[in-house]
T-cell receptor, first 114, second 113 residues
Framework: AQSVTQLDSQVPVFEEAPVELRCNYS??????LFWYVQYPNQGLQLLLK??????LVKGINGFEAEFNKSQTSFHLRKPSVHISDTAEYFC????????????FGAGTRLAVHP | DSGVTQTPKHLITATGQRVTLRCSPR?????VYWYQQSLDQGLQFLIQ???????AKGNILERFSAQQFPDLHSELNLSSLELGDSALYFC????????????FGEGSRLTVL
């Protein structure tokens, strides 16, 4: 079975500061990795995904993530955050060939303060 | 706007009742997924359909059932409702079944009193 652990439930940060949201996963088979964002009262939106190839993936809104197979991690980073980045961020995995069945982490609440 | 439409947006009902949540996927998407989001359980995968057929099942209770119709819309039926079923129910859709990019609706918030 697969599992996802988001190491921080809440991350407060000041505007224009860098941020890293941490995600570790567990799986005995190959997986795809994703970060989704949920703004208040909205559904989830895909930020970025790692399917194969370069381990550094870039997504929307200036976010990027690095896949580290040896550490089974997929941390999300942004060099300079904005107030509008305040949201809930979810890391997720799906098994390769597993019909897109996404297993989500518990989420990290990013709060950007002026 | 993701293109996925869910109705109703809010629903308040009593224990023991039955409700139906409806989802219209994005145009051209063949796969539909249902997720439950609650404070204590987080985001839980319930069930997936692809072109009318069930493809994957998650932590879906026996009191819950779903189906995908020929026009590709889907319904999630929740029966014998309990207080613990109060949650946000999301529908998502995708073109295929292995791209990882799911497009989520805004959810149906169910409150069981």
């Amino acid at each position: 079975a697969q599992s996802v652990t988001q190491l921080d439930s809440q991350v407060p940060v000041f505007e224009e500061a860098p941020v890293e949201l941490r995600c570790n996963y567990s799986s005995s088979v190959s997986v795809y990795l994703f970060w989704y964002v949920q703004y208040p009262n909205q559904g989830l939106q895909l930020l970025l995904k790692y399917l194969s190839g370069s381990t550094l993936v870039k997504g929307i809104n200036g976010f990027e993530a690095e896949f580290n197979k040896s550490q089974t991690s997929f941390h999300l980073r942004k060099p300079s955050v904005h107030i509008s980045d305040t949201a809930e961020y979810f890391c997720a995995v799906s098994v390769v060939g597993g019909y897109n069945k996404l297993i989500f982490g518990a989420g990290t609440r990013l709060a950007v303060h002026p | 706007d993701s293109g996925v439409t869910q109705t109703p947006k809010h629903l308040i009902t009593a224990t023991g009742q039955r409700v139906t949540l409806r989802c219209s996927p994005r145009s051209g998407d063949l796969s539909v997924y249902w997720y439950q989001q609650s404070l204590d359980q987080g985001l839980q995968f319930l069930i997936q359909y692809y072109n009318g057929e069930e493809r994957a099942k998650g932590n879906i209770l026996e009191r819950f059932s779903a189906q995908q119709f020929p026009d590709l819309h889907s319904e999630l039926n929740l029966s014998s409702l309990e207080l613990g079923d109060s949650a946000l129910y999301f529908c998502a859709s995708s073109v295929g079944t292995d791209t990882g990019e799911l497009f989520f609706g805004e959810g149906s918030r169910l409150t069981v009193l």
